[in-house]
């Protein structure tokens, strides 16, 4: 089974921390991406990448960077963590071809910013 | 650009109901449909896709068919159980595989026994 995790189910950081969220998936999926979930807003794009060191921004990139140094690995980096970051991130990943491949999701971690 | 829209809820239905949860979509060229599942304190699940118009999806009893002609992609399912309490996402695909999915707000389903 394709194996999504991520580093933290429950974080709680202070304003203007930098905040790192990991995420790491197990089968050698090409693309991986974050997600955040709000109430009322569904999930939105933040960040994707597509290959190691390649990435691309979301719908709502602001405030917000990205790692891919292996395949396996992708980060999310919040450089000045602000209470409107408070959210659940969720990270995923896929196959890349010609098909279009499903997102396989991790659990998702719950952010706080106080 | 593109956009999802389906029904926010909560709905509630009574165990064996007939449950139907409307999506419809804007999107250019051809997008593929996906109906993502969440469970309580769990990640969002596959439930099922099209990819191309006319298709139907379908998985543990639910269904959904792509129609291009009324860009609509709604979630049926005969006979609803406790056990399907959860949120219903609704999801395109913007492009190619790489790019990320469009989702709906999601549909929050209580099922009473």
């Known amino acids: 089974d394709v194996k999504v995790t991520q580093s933290s189910r429950y974080l709680v950081k202070r304003t203007g921390e930098k905040v790192f969220l990991e995420c790491v998936q197990d089968?050698?999926?090409?693309?991986m991406f974050w997600y955040r979930q709000d109430p009322g807003l569904g999930l939105r794009l933040i960040y994707f990448s597509y290959d190691v060191k390649m990435k691309e921004k979301g719908d709502i990139p602001e405030g917000y960077s990205v790692s891919r140094e292996k395949k396996e690995r992708f980060s999310l980096i919040l450089e000045s963590a602000s209470t409107n970051q408070t959210s659940m991130y969720l990270c995923a990943s896929s196959r890349s071809g010609g098909a279009v491949y499903e997102q396989y999701f991790g659990p998702g971690t719950r952010l706080t910013v106080t | 650009g593109n956009s999802v829209t389906q029904m926010e809820g909560p709905v509630t239905l009574s165990e064996e109901a007939f449950l139907t949860i409307n999506c419809t979509y804007t999107a250019t060229g051809y997008p593929s449909l996906f109906w993502y599942v969440q469970y309580p304190g769990e990640g969002l699940q596959l439930l099922l896709k099209?990819?191309?118009?006319?298709d139907k999806g379908s998985n543990k009893g639910f269904e959904a068919t792509y129609r291009k002609e009324t860009t609509s992609f709604h979630l049926e399912k005969g006979s609803v159980q406790v056990s399907d309490s959860a949120v219903y996402f609704c999801?395109?695909?913007?492009?190619?595989?790489?790019?990320?999915?469009?989702f709906g707000k999601g549909t929050h389903l209580i099922i009473q026994p």
């Open positions: 089968m050698d999926h090409e693309n």
């Open positions: 999801a395109l695909n913007k492009g190619g595989g790489a790019d990320g999915l469009t």
């Open positions: 099209a990819t191309k118009a006319d």
